[in-house]
Nanobody
């Protein structure tokens, strides 16, 4: 079993930055593909970004490309999401997730989920 705990959310002004962290315990973190998802009020949860177990491959939603950067530190069992140039439409609860599945990280099922951290972007 894997436990995921997110941190780093908060309130920020338009154009600001935040770095989300997700720390894992339990099963070997370095074997997992890790992803970030978000869910805004009244909307379905959507894929934001993912990173392969080695960190060698990264994936982004169109809305995140060029503004967000995913990274991981397997020695610290932690995955990060650096978010820059934030917009009001980035407001959502952000979830960290991990999977042992292979395939397109945008479409595969994720086995493990964190509890979420709120990100609010306002003027």
């Amino acid at each position: 079993q894997v436990q995921l705990v997110e941190s780093g959310g908060g309130s920020v002004q338009i154009g600001g930055s935040l770095r989300l962290s997700c720390t894992a315990s339990g099963r070997t973190f370095s074997s997992l593909t890790m992803g970030w998802f978000r869910q805004a009020p009244g909307k379905e949860r959507e894929f934001v970004s993912a990173i392969s177990w080695s960190g060698g491959s990264t994936y982004y939603a169109d809305s995140a490309e060029g503004r967000f950067t995913i990274s991981r530190d397997n020695a610290k069992n932690t995955v990060y999401l650096q978010m820059n140039s934030l917009k009001p439409e980035d407001t959502a609860v952000y979830y960290c997730a991990g999977t042992v599945q292979v395939g397109n990280p945008r479409r595969i099922a994720y086995n493990y989920w964190g509890q979420g951290t709120q990100v609010t972007v306002s003027s």
